[in-house]
T-cell receptor, first 113, second 113 residues
Framework: EAQVTQNPRYLITVTGKKLTVTCSQN?????MSWYRQDPGLGLRQIYY???????DKGDVPEGYKVSRKEKRNFPLILESPSPNQTSLYFC????????????FGPGTRLTVL | GQQVMQIPQYQHVQEGEDFTTYCNSS?????IQWYKQRPGGHPVFLIQ?????EVKKQKRLTFQFGEAKKNSSLHITATQTTDVGTYFC?????????????FGKGTKLSVKP
């Protein structure tokens, strides 16, 4: 089944403890992206990747890192999480650029205490 | 910076009534996408509009792209309880980036049976 998977789905952590949220797609998509969703603010793009080894900042990249070593995987790294990073995170992928249908993962709800 | 604004933020309708959400961009868009997110779910692609003045229909849903390619609308005829969710529009970021996607804040639709 074609899908985007994220892990973990739920995570409660403490300030400053490094964490990684994994994202994987099995559709051979070139484009992958991370978003955060907060009440009243909609979806905001954190980082995106046009292809392997190519990443770029979205609208809210501060406090996040990403890597794209393989086409299928696009992990989101929080080196030193803070409470303002408590949010619902979505990974998405599309065949090529953003001018294609984006397939979203199920989401990761992160709470930073 | 570039903004994609959506109104209304909330809409409560009686089942059978029509519903419309509007999306306005501060800049001309090369295309616009629409997504639906059910409560507790992830965004799901509905459609992409590319041409000026384009109108597309999906059963009871009608999507329009403005002549100036700066605004768009989604109209649902005779709403059903299955239409409940948040509807987002999204357009490419301005400034040459080919990966930046900007979402409106969404319109949350509730349908009273």
């Amino acid at each position: 089944e074609a899908q985007v998977t994220q892990n973990p789905r739920y995570l409660i952590t403490v300030t400053g403890k490094k964490l990684t949220v994994t994202c994987s797609q099995n559709m051979n998509h070139e484009y992958m992206s991370w978003y955060r969703q907060d009440p009243g603010l909609g979806l905001r793009q954190i980082y995106y990747s046009m292809n392997v080894e190519v990443t770029d900042k979205g609208d809210v990249p501060e406090g996040y890192k990403v890597s794209r070593k393989e086409k299928r995987n696009f992990p989101l790294i929080l080196e030193s999480p803070s409470p303002n990073q408590t949010s619902l995170y979505f990974c998405a992928s599309s065949l090529k650029r953003i001018n294609n249908e984006q397939f979203f993962g199920p989401g990761t709800r992160l709470t930073v205490l | 910076g570039q903004q994609v604004m959506q109104i209304p933020q909330y809409q409560h309708v009686q089942e059978g009534e029509d519903f419309t959400t509007y999306c306005n961009s501060s800049t001309t868009l090369s295309n616009i996408q629409w997504y639906k997110q059910r409560p507790g779910g992830h965004p799901v692609f509905l459609i992409q509009l590319v041409k000026s003045g384009e109108v597309k229909k999906q059963k009871r849903l009608t999507f329009q792209f403005g002549e100036a390619k700066k605004n768009s609308s989604l109209h649902i005829t005779a709403t059903q309880t299955t239409d409940v969710g948040t509807y987002f529009c999204a357009g490419p970021g301005y400034g040459g980036s080919q990966g930046n996607l900007i979402f409106g804040k969404g319109t949350k639709l509730s349908v009273k049976p």
